[in-house]
């Protein structure tokens, strides 16, 4: 009987030991900065094709909807080649894993769907591969301008444009039209369109904002501003410059006067919202088209698009959301992972991807009549992707975001959410955003101004 | 089932009965949102009030929809779920059993120190520890496996707790002597005397750690990418965020369905462990 | 938890009295040893790294790792978010605690009371709320508390006003108590009822000779027997509330201003850690608050079983 108990104390002992062991390992792989545990990354172009003709293996973490269908297409066209495609979660899910998964050293895929405003956060820490090595400058001219910067950082080229986000005006034609509504060209009028249409029904508002970043770094980057700058280890940022004075100038008399709906997007409500009159426009990207009609079917035929006002009634737009996909430098193929995204974004992968709703980043597909004339039956038969490509061809240049931005996007309702709460001026959420950003940007190693 | 109460059977009251069922009802109020929008399409469940039916019934439609959605993926991810269900709930059960038994039955060095350990150790947020147990776990190559679900399973701290305070309520130390001097080793003790008086603290412990592993999010969350080793929680997440983003497409009634039929088998598990509270008496035994 | 210190065997079997007999001796360990090892590997293991990582500083960008011994700990208990965090959590826990407990006490004695219709209908439908998985949590109270389309609504329109708002940052605390409470009084109630369960039929026998009435033997019997399940009960409460984070971020994606980033310190560790990549600072606002935590809830347990006895 003593023997029995001594034996379960050996065991302890050595659960002890080996957890021990784990701590010292995890201390010892963990504390590490960069997981560069992959194959070296210099090619060259020929090494790409070469690549394709081998064959090989590769995991691919996306969350659009047309992920699959691209994957079984690309898989029937190179029978050499398994992509693995797995959906790990869906924006900040999905990035959470993957910097984990990057801190660790393994379980990175080998290509990753990655949004613009994310695109600098993963590449300037060197987790992602540059691909000028893979000559992949050369697909420039296939790109607009703003989705081709937009893939940048620094000097570096870090994917290929999936899809693009410019922004027009979706406006509610019968609410309008109930309400002798003209469509507002500058925001002087939409802010007019705004009062009036309150005052006519107080249970309706021109849009809702609760406070989100994206949409707000947008407006500024419609309104000229240039908040954030980089320049490798300095880091500039003014969220009081004139183009964020010029937003917060006119968005103010609709926060403060009560004039926007504070019901947070992308919820139930705010589905029912955009069907019932309740929301009566909406600035956003391009993309919008395809979510409406499959999550707002009590607003089929009453919706219309225009192009998004502006300051000075000059054509001017900004984009709001769009991805590109990236190699991670833990891949151990990163020659098949490269070819990968290039038939995802630049060859046949594009066809299945429009299919399914997404709005072009690639000027052939923005100029082919049979995209740009498609009459729209959920929009009461406009053509609607005139305005969207016209829009694309004015987005203002010169934006760059945050080397930090999903961070800084993560606090926006800490700092200027208390703004939009008491109904009081937005520019001192911004300085109160600002502040943090400051502090949070100096913790991580960069100088930061501002 | 109340056997056990005084020889005078009390008389059922119905002004307590009443008072219940006003708790009842508030009780009620959000689970009856959730069963009648599995009858509503994902239209109607945008167009229609939640407390009341949608234009059409589409309850028998939704469960066949979730059940083959995405060729079927729900029943893998319900097969992964009831495995580290059973594996871990139920290894959980039997680890907080024994050392709660062990802890309130015997009395060795170290006894106050793990408690103090172990409280200490719950105390500090899990949140916080996710990730040095993701480097952990990735160093030692169990990410993405099923391992990383079960073996943080296996640990139930409250299961501890509980099983310790039934332990020394429930067990006199007389039973155990008699079982000893009658030449029976420590573990046969356990398992002939012990188990059938803490059957109670057992089934209720059970049902905790059936319910939370069930409802395990967070962790494999962060340990999982495979989609084919998720748990139902974590694959209903995926579903409903479908809603958000470009090219959206939201399936908020296959969410409501499949968190309905989640639901359903702990409901099962509840009918059909509810009967061991009725045993598990020592009434009789000590003398 | 009360040790008794009898040495002696007992001569034959069925002793009187209800001394607890413990040995004294290592056998114990056979028991206890499984779980801990388990235990040392899940919970241990990962808490001493996150004290290794509270001493260091790590640049996410430029800079590497750091040395910083303690001023980490220097900063967070100069930090005003975890304060204002701790404090909201404190006032949480002092009002939902007792709400939430007497409610489950209540229920488990009116079950457990043989006095009810259905006792076993009621005992599963108010143990329900906690079976329902997390996912439709945002939808389901995202329509309850909906002050534009959902039942506040609805109640607002019926009362002719706009005074019910669950959502608006005064409310927002009582709508989240209301959450977890409803959650978890089945959890506490099932504790309780099954800690009744095991109260042996002579004490009711015994106490209805002496002619104790329904609340008498409540009083003297049902209550002393809950004691040791009381107490569990009451820190696993208090460590809950420490910890709070599922219900206010379940709640974050409706009130994306109201409910902050650090509106309560566990969600405060979690942003850190994954929305900033500040794993160092997050550990170590998880052991700051796990001492806290520890601290009170040992205090608890010392009360509570010192009067057991």
Redesign the interface.
Same mark, same amino acid.
């Given at each position: 009987?003593k023997s029995? =108990?001594r034996r379960?104390?050996q065991?302890?002992v050595a659960?002890?030991a080996?957890? *021990?062991l784990?701590?010292v390992?995890?201390?010892?792989?963990? %504390?590490s900065?960069d997981s560069a545990s992959g194959g070296t990354t210099t090619g060259s172009a020929d090494a790409v094709d070469a690549a394709l003709k081998a064959g090989g293996e590769i995991t691919y973490?996306s969350?659009?909807?047309?992920a699959q269908a691209q994957v079984t297409a690309f898989m029937k066209q190179y029978p050499n080649v398994k992509v693995n495609y797995?959906? *790990? &979660?869906?924006?900040?899910?999905h990035y959470?894993?993957l910097?984990?998964?990057i801190? *660790?050293? %393994?379980?990175a895929?080998d290509v990753a769907q990655i949004e613009y405003q994310a695109l600098p956060q993963f590449a300037?820490?060197g987790s992602l591969v540059d691909l000028n090595q893979f000559g992949f400058s050369q697909y420039e001219s296939a790109y607009t301008a703003s989705t081709w910067g937009a893939v940048h950082a620094g000097s570096g080229l870090f994917g290929l444009p999936q899809?693009s986000?410019p922004m027009a005006l979706f406006y509610n034609k019968e609410v309008f039209d109930k309400y002798g509504i003209a469509v507002p060209k500058t925001w002087d009028e939409y802010v007019a369109a705004a009062k009036k249409l309150h005052a006519a029904n107080p249970k309706s508002y021109i849009t809702n904002d609760?406070?989100d970043a994206g949409f707000t770094t947008s407006m500024i980057w419609q309104a000229g501003g240039q908040p954030f700058k980089t320049d490798g280890?300095n880091v500039t940022i003014n969220l009081q410059d004139d183009g964020s004075k010029k937003w917060t100038g006119m968005w103010n008399q609709l926060v403060q006067g009560g004039l926007v709906?504070n019901?947070?997007g992308?919820?139930?409500?705010w589905?029912?919202?955009l069907?019932d009159g309740?929301i009566a426009t909406l600035p956003t &990207?391009a =993309?919008m088209p395809?979510?409406m009609e499959?999550?707002?079917?009590?607003g089929a035929g009453k919706w219309a698009v225009a192009p998004m006002p502006t300051y000075d009634g000059q054509p001017a737009t900004a984009e709001n959301?769009? %991805?590109t996909e990236s190699v991670i430098k833990q891949s151990k193929n990163p020659a098949l992972a490269a070819a990968f995204v290039r038939w995802l974004n630049h060859d046949e992968g594009v066809k299945p991807f429009l299919a %399914? &709703?997404?709005f072009p980043a690639t000027t052939a597909d923005l100029k082919d009549p049979a995209f740009v004339d498609k009459a729209s039956a959920y929009f009461g038969g406009q053509k609607i992707n005139q305005v969207l490509t016209s829009a694309a061809g004015q987005v203002v240049k010169g934006w760059s975001y945050l080397?930090?931005e999903?961070?800084a996007n993560?606090?926006y309702?800490?700092t200027v959410?208390?703004a939009?709460?008491s109904k009081s001026d937005l520019n001192a959420g911004l300085t109160a955003w600002q502040e943090a950003l400051v502090k949070?940007g100096n913790?991580?190693?960069?100088q930061v101004n501002g | 089932m109340s056997a056990l109460t005084s020889p005078l059977r009390p008389k059922r009251s119905k002004l307590l009965t009443g008072v219940m069922v006003l708790y009842l009802l508030y009780t009620i109020v959000p689970l009856a949102w959730l069963l009648l929008s599995t009858t509503k399409t994902q239209?109607d469940?945008?167009?229609t009030p939640g407390l009341w039916f949608g234009k059409s019934f589409a309850f028998f439609s939704n469960i066949k929809d979730t059940l083959t959605y995405n060729d079927g993926i729900f029943l893998r991810w319900l097969g992964n779920t009831v495995l580290y269900v059973v594996v871990g709930a139920g290894g959980a059960t039997l680890l907080a059993t024994a050392a709660g038994y062990g802890l309130a039955k015997y009395k060795f060095a170290g006894r106050r120190a793990v408690f103090a350990v172990l409280l200490g150790a719950v105390a500090v947020p899990g949140t916080a520890l996710a990730?040095?147990t993701?480097?952990?776990f990735?160093?030692?190559g169990l $990410?993405?496996t099923v391992w990383a679900i079960i073996i943080p399973s296996l640990v139930s701290p409250f299961g501890l707790y509980l099983m310790w305070v039934y332990a020394t309520d429930a067990v006199p130390g007389e039973l155990l002597e008699a079982a000893r001097i009658d030449g029976a080793?420590?573990v046969r003790v356990f398992f002939t005397v012990a188990l059938r008086l803490l059957a109670p603290g057992i089934v209720t412990t059970l049902l905790f750690a059936m319910v939370s592993t069930w409802n395990n999010y967070f962790l494999p969350?962060?340990m999982l990418?495979?989609?084919n080793l998720y748990p139902l929680t974590v694959g209903l997440t995926?579903w409903s965020?479908?809603? $958000?983003?470009?090219?959206?497409?939201?399936i908020?009634n296959l969410v409501v369905t499949g968190s309905l039929l989640t639901i359903v088998p702990l409901v099962v598990a509840f009918l059909l462990l509810q009967r061991f509270w009725q045993s598990g008496l020592s009434a009789g035994s000590v003398k | 938890m009360a040790e008794s210190v009898a040495h002696q065997h007992v001569a034959r079997a069925g002793a009187t009295g209800r001394r607890r007999r413990v040995f004294k001796? #290592?056998?114990g360990?056979?028991f206890v #040893?499984?779980f801990? +090892?388990?235990f040392?590997?899940t919970f241990? +293991?990962p808490i001493?790294?996150a004290i290794?990582l509270s001493l260091?500083?790590?640049? +996410?960008?430029?800079? #590497?790792?750091v040395f910083v011994g303690l001023d980490n700990y220097t900063q967070a208990l100069q930090d005003p978010k975890f304060w204002e965090a701790f404090a909201r959590v404190a006032v949480f826990l002092v009002v939902q605690v007792p709400v939430m407990l007497v409610l489950a006490l209540l229920a488990a004695l009116a079950i457990d009371s043989a006095r009810l219709h259905a006792a076993g209908f009621f005992r599963i439908v108010i143990f329900l709320p906690y079976a329902v998985p997390g996912v439709v949590a945002v939808?389901m109270w995202?329509?309850i508390y #909906?002050d534009?389309?959902?039942l506040a609504a609805n109640l607002n329109d019926l009362l002719g006003t706009t005074a019910i708002q669950p959502l608006s940052?005064s409310w927002m605390l009582p709508s989240i108590a209301n959450i977890v409470t409803w959650e978890f009084v089945g959890y506490n109630m099932l504790i309780f009822y099954s800690a009744l369960r095991t109260v042996p039929g002579e004490l009711y026998e015994a106490a209805a000779i002496d002619g104790a009435g329904t609340f008498r033997t409540i009083l003297a019997v049902k209550l002393p027997a809950l004691r040791g399940a009381i107490v569990i009960a009451t820190i696993f409460s208090i460590i809950g509330s420490f910890q709070l984070f599922n219900e206010p971020n379940i709640l974050r994606?409706? +009130?994306?201003?109201?409910?902050?980033?650090?509106y309560t310190p566990n969600m405060y560790a979690y942003?850190l850690s994954?929305?900033?990549?500040?794993f160092n600072y997050s550990a170590t606002i998880a052991i700051v608050m796990g001492v806290i935590t520890a601290v009170i809830a040992y205090v608890v347990q010392l009360r509570g079983s010192r009067e057991a006895l």
């Open positions: 009987m029995q =108990w379960v104390r065991l302890v659960g002890t080996l957890t *021990a784990a701590v390992a995890a201390c010892g792989g963990g %504390s900065n973490w969350w659009t909807p047309s797995v959906n *790990a &979660g869906t924006g900040n899910d959470t894993k910097q984990n998964a801190k *660790a050293g %393994s379980g895929p300037l820490p899809d986000g609760s406070g280890k709906s019901i947070p992308w919820t139930d409500e589905f029912k919202a069907g309740t &990207g =993309w395809g979510v499959s999550s707002v079917k009590a959301g769009g %991805s %399914s &709703g997404g080397p930090y999903l961070y993560s606090i309702g800490d959410g208390k939009y709460q949070y913790e991580q190693g960069f | 239209d469940l945008l167009s990730v040095p993701f480097l952990m990735s160093n030692l $990410t993405n080793g420590e969350l962060i990418s495979k989609p995926q965020n479908q809603a $958000t983003g470009v090219g959206a497409r939201p908020y | 001796d #290592g056998k360990w056979l #040893g499984p801990l +090892a388990v040392a590997l241990l +293991a001493g790294y290794y260091y500083r790590n640049q +996410a960008f430029f800079g #590497g790792t939808l995202g329509y #909906g534009n389309f959902g940052s994606t409706l +009130a994306p201003n109201v409910i902050t980033t650090y942003n994954f929305a900033g990549q500040q």
